[in-house]
C-alpha cells in the first residue's frame, strides 16, 4: 500500500472518526489501483467488470484489524466502514480486550506447548464468578488479621488483588514483576499489605487457574502480551493476516496495544490511529493515554483544529475552566448556562425534572435531544427522575443501568421455582418469596402492540404498569400464607382448596395457581426420574411456559432473562470444569445453592443486548453517568449536570483501580503521592469540562443541592460554576 500512517489528533466530535474511515476509503483506493496494475503486468489483460474483485485483491492477501475503545463504539465504526466500503474489503473490528481473547483462544494449541499446558480447550471466566473461586482459594490465607490491615470486608480485598493483576497485564508488566512495582510505589505505607504476599496470592491463582484452563481478562492480557507476541510463529501468522490497523481514541486503550501496533509497524503494515488530549475516560481503569500517545512519532500526524459544529466548546471551555481552576476570578457565564439550585437533594431532584417536563412539553426541545448526566446516579435519584418524567409521557433511557439481576421480580421469582423443584433448597425460599413467584408467573397474555412507540418503550416503570397478573399480591400473600409448607429438603405448595375460605382467592386466581402447582408437580417428578438435563433447562422450560407464552416481553424483562441463562450456563461450564479435574464430594444439589447465592449477593448485572433498538432512535431522554456518558460519545442540544456541587466531579464518575498510577508505563512504580492525586483531579476535570461541552450545542443546566443525601453541605469543584450564574431556577420560580 502507497498510504503512510497517519496519527489524528482533535477535540471531541472535530472529526476523528470521519477521519479514519476516510483514511480507510483512500487506502482501499490505492490498493484497488495498485492490484489492477498488478493483474495488468500478471495476465497482459486489463481487469474488466467481469472479473471479480476478491479475484485480484486476494493477490496481496489483504486484511485490516479495526479497534474501537469499547463494544458499543466497535459497532458503529464496523458499521460505517463496511456502509463505505459496501461491504467489498475484509475488516475485523474488535475492541483491545475482545482482539486479544480471540487470539489466545485460537493459538491455545500454540501457548499449550509453550507454557506446557494441559491439553484442554479454554474457557473464560466472567468477573463475578472469578472473583468467587479467587475467594474460595484464598480463603484460608485471608485472615481477620489480613482483613484488619487492609481495611476492607473480603469481597472489596480479593477484588483489588485481582485488579492488580490485570492492571499489570494491561501495562505489559509480568506477574512475577508485580511484587516489585508495588513495594517501589507504596514504600512504607503501613496500611496496606506486604507487596511479595499479595504477589504470591497472584502467582498461586494465575497457576491454579491455567491448570484447569480458565482465562480471566488479566491471564488473557499476560498471555497474549508476555508469550503469543513474541513468539515468531504467531508473529508470521498475524502479520500475514493483517496488512493494516485502525484504531480509534487510542487514548482509551491499554499499554499493551500500543506493543501490538508496533510489531505490525514494524512488518510492513499502515496505520491510522485516533486520539483525542482531551479523552482518556478509561484512564485509572487501565488505559495507558501518554503511553500509547508515543506513536505519533512513527506517523505522520494531523492535528483537527477548531471547536466541533453546534457545540458550545468555545464560547464556554475556557471561561469554565478558569473559574475552576482559579476560583477568585470574578466571571459571570453567559446566557447559554443556567442554573437549578435547592436545598434539599430531593427537591433538586423534582425541580430538574420538571424543568425538563416543562421545556419539552413547550416543545423547546425534543426527548432526545436532553440528557441528564450526574458523576454518580443513586437508586433514589435515578427512580425518581424516570417516575416523574414517565407520568408526563416523556420516556427515559439509562445508559448501561446495570443492577443487580436479583433486583429483577422475575428473576427473584424464576430462582425460588429452582428452591422449590429440587429437594435441599428450601432454607432459600421464605412466604413472601413464594408469594412474589406467584405473581409473575401468573401474568396474563398480553396482545401485541404493533406501534414503533410500543417497541421502543425502555422505562422499567412503564414496563411494570402494562403488566397484569391473574394473581394479584393480595391473593398471592393468602396463598402464600395457607398454603406454603416449610422444609430444608422439601418446602412444598399445598391445593387452594386447604384454605378454608378458598372461595375469596376468586375464578381466575384459582384456575393460576393451580396451573402453577400442576407444573411444579411435572417437574419435581421429572427430577427425580433425572429427565431435566440441568436447572438451565428447568429455567427454559418456566420462562417458555409463564413468561414468553407468546407475549412481547418489556425491553429489561427479555435484557435480564437473557443475562440469567448465559450466567447460569456459564457457571455450570464452570463447575463441570473443575469437576473434571479434581472431583469433589459435595451433595447434588450444592451448585444450585451456591448458585442462587451468589446472585442474591448481587454481584451480576444485567446488560441489555442488543444495546441498540431496531428502527429509528428512541425518543427518550438520556440519562448516564459522567463515565458513561463520555464513553458513549453522544452529544445533545441540552445538558443538566446534576449534583454539580458534588466533589464526586473531580473523580470523573468512576473510582479509580488500587494501584492503577503504579502501572502507568511513563511513571512504573513510582509513588503516588497526594500532590501527584491533586493534579490528576485538576487535569481530570479539566477534560470533563471540555469534553461534556463539545458534546452540547445549545444549553447547559447546573443543578445544585446545598445539602446532599446524607445531609453534608455540597462544595465540589465545580460550585464556582454554579455561583457565577446569572439564570437561577429556584424552589419560588420553578413553575
Do not use: W
Given at each position: 500500500m502507497v498510504s503512510h500512517s497517519v496519527w489524528i489528533?482533535?477535540?471531541?466530535?472535530?472529526?476523528?472518526?470521519?477521519?479514519?474511515?476516510?483514511q480507510f476509503c483512500n487506502w482501499v483506493t490505492s490498493e484497488k489501483q495498485y492490484t489492477e496494475s498488478f493483474y495488468t503486468k500478471k495476465t497482459g489483460r486489463k481487469k474488466t467488470g467481469h472479473v471479480p474483485e476478491f479475484l485480484y485483491l486476494k493477490q496481496t492477501e489483504p486484511g485490516v484489524l479495526v479497534l474501537a475503545a469499547n463494544d458499543d463504539n466497535r459497532r458503529e465504526l464496523g458499521d460505517i466502514i463496511v456502509t463505505s466500503t459496501l461491504g467489498k474489503y475484509p475488516v475485523r473490528a474488535k475492541t483491545p480486550l475482545g482482539f486479544f481473547q480471540d487470539e489466545v483462544i485460537l493459538f491455545w494449541p500454540l501457548l499449550i506447548n509453550s507454557l506446557n499446558l494441559k491439553a484442554q480447550f479454554p474457557v473464560r471466566l466472567r468477573p463475578e464468578t472469578e472473583q468467587e473461586l479467587a475467594t474460595k482459594l484464598w480463603r484460608p490465607q485471608l485472615d481477620e488479621e489480613i482483613l484488619r490491615i487492609a481495611g476492607v470486608n473480603e469481597s472489596r480485598l480479593v477484588r483489588r488483588i485481582l485488579d492488580l493483576l490485570q492492571l499489570a497485564a494491561y501495562s505489559g508488566v509480568p506477574c512475577e514483576d508485580i511484587a516489585q512495582i508495588l513495594a517501589k510505589g507504596l514504600g512504607e505505607n503501613a496500611t496496606t499489605l506486604e507487596p511479595e504476599f499479595l504477589a504470591s496470592l497472584l502467582l498461586d491463582w494465575r497457576n491454579w487457574c491455567l491448570e484447569r484452563g480458565l482465562l480471566t481478562y488479566g491471564i488473557i492480557t499476560e498471555l497474549y502480551s508476555q508469550h503469543l507476541l513474541s513468539d515468531r510463529n504467531y508473529q508470521q501468522h498475524l502479520t500475514k493476516r493483517y496488512q493494516a490497523v485502525l484504531a480509534d481514541d487510542v487514548d482509551d486503550y491499554p499499554s499493551v496495544a500500543r506493543l501490538l501496533f508496533e510489531l505490525l509497524l514494524d512488518r510492513g503494515a499502515?496505520?491510522?490511529?485516533?486520539?483525542?488530549?482531551?479523552?482518556?475516560?478509561?484512564?485509572?481503569?487501565?488505559?495507558?493515554?501518554?503511553?500509547?500517545?508515543?506513536?505519533?512519532?512513527?506517523?505522520?500526524?494531523?492535528i483537527l483544529n477548531g471547536p466541533p459544529p453546534e457545540s458550545l466548546?468555545?464560547?464556554?471551555?475556557?471561561?469554565?475552566?478558569?473559574?475552576?481552576?482559579?476560583?477568585?476570578?470574578?466571571?459571570?457565564?453567559?446566557?447559554?448556562?443556567?442554573?437549578?439550585?435547592?436545598?434539599?437533594?430531593?427537591?433538586?431532584?423534582?425541580?430538574?425534572?420538571e424543568v425538563i417536563a416543562n421545556a419539552i412539553q413547550s416543545q423547546q426541545v425534543q426527548p432526545e435531544e436532553v440528557a441528564i448526566i450526574a458523576p454518580g446516579l443513586d437508586a433514589i435519584a435515578r427512580y425518581t427522575l424516570v417516575e416523574i418524567l414517565v407520568k408526563q409521557n416523556i420516556q427515559v433511557e439509562s445508559l448501561n443501568d446495570q443492577r443487580p439481576l436479583i433486583s429483577s421480580p422475575i428473576i427473584r421469582a424464576l430462582l425460588t421455582m429452582l428452591a422449590l423443584v429440587y429437594p435441599g433448597l428450601g432454607r432459600l425460599v421464605d412466604r413472601d418469596a413464594v408469594a412474589e413467584m406467584l405473581v409473575v408467573l401468573s401474568r396474563k397474555q398480553q396482545p401485541p402492540e404493533n406501534s414503533t412507540d410500543a417497541m421502543n418503550r425502555v422505562s422499567t416503570t412503564d414496563a411494570i404498569h402494562r403488566v397484569s397478573t391473574n394473581i394479584d399480591p393480595v391473593r398471592a400473600g393468602l396463598i402464600a400464607d395457607y398454603c406454603f409448607v416449610p422444609h430444608p429438603d422439601r418446602p412444598n405448595l399445598l391445593p387452594v382448596s386447604v384454605f378454608e375460605r378458598w372461595d375469596r382467592i376468586g375464578y381466575a386466581a384459582t384456575t393460576a395457581y393451580s396451573e402453577i402447582l400442576e407444573w411444579l408437580e411435572q417437574q419435581r417428578s421429572q427430577q427425580e426420574l433425572r429427565l431435566i438435563p440441568s436447572p438451565i433447562s428447568l429455567l427454559d422450560r418456566a420462562i417458555q411456559r409463564f413468561l414468553w407464552n407468546g407475549s412481547n416481553l418489556p425491553y429489561e424483562q427479555l435484557a435480564a432473562l437473557r443475562e440469567l441463562l448465559e450466567t447460569a450456563q456459564h457457571y455450570w461450564e464452570i463447575d463441570t470444569r473443575l469437576r473434571q479435574i479434581a472431583p469433589v464430594e459435595t451433595t447434588p444439589h450444592t451448585t444450585i445453592i451456591e448458585f442462587i447465592q451468589l446472585l442474591r449477593r448481587g454481584t451480576i448485572t444485567a446488560n441489555a443486548y442488543p444495546v441498540r433498538p431496531i428502527g429509528g432512535a428512541r425518543k427518550a431522554v438520556t440519562l448516564a453517568t459522567i463515565f458513561q456518558y463520555r464513553s458513549s460519545r453522544r452529544s445533545h442540544q441540552w445538558h443538566f449536570w446534576l449534583d454539580a456541587g458534588s466533589p464526586l466531579w473531580a473523580k470523573g464518575g468512576a473510582a479509580t483501580l488500587f494501584g492503577a498510577p503504579f502501572f502507568l508505563r511513563d511513571r512504573l512504580g513510582e509513588p503516588w503521592t497526594a500532590e501527584d492525586e491533586k493534579l490528576a483531579e485538576e487535569q481530570r476535570l479539566r477534560r470533563i469540562l471540555t469534553d461534556l461541552l463539545s458534546r452540547v450545542s445549545e444549553r447547559v443546566y447546573l443543578c445544585h443541592s446545598d445539602l446532599a443525601v446524607n445531609g453534608q453541605e455540597q462544595i465540589g469543584p465545580l460550585l464556582p460554576l454554579v455561583n457565577a450564574c446569572v439564570t437561577v431556577i429556584s424552589e419560588a420560580n420553578v413553575n
Open positions: 489528533v482533535g477535540t471531541s466530535r472535530s472529526g476523528k472518526t470521519a477521519r479514519l474511515v476516510e499502515v496505520g491510522a490511529f485516533s486520539y483525542n488530549p482531551d479523552g482518556a475516560v478509561r484512564l485509572g481503569l487501565g488505559a495507558d493515554p501518554n503511553y500509547l500517545e508515543g506513536l505519533a512519532e512513527r506517523c505522520r500526524v494531523e466548546s468555545e464560547q464556554l471551555t475556557k471561561q469554565m475552566v478558569e473559574l475552576v481552576t482559579e476560583p477568585m476570578v470574578m466571571l459571570s457565564l453567559p446566557k447559554t448556562v443556567h442554573s437549578i439550585q435547592t436545598t434539599s437533594r430531593a427537591q433538586l431532584l423534582r425541580q430538574t425534572a
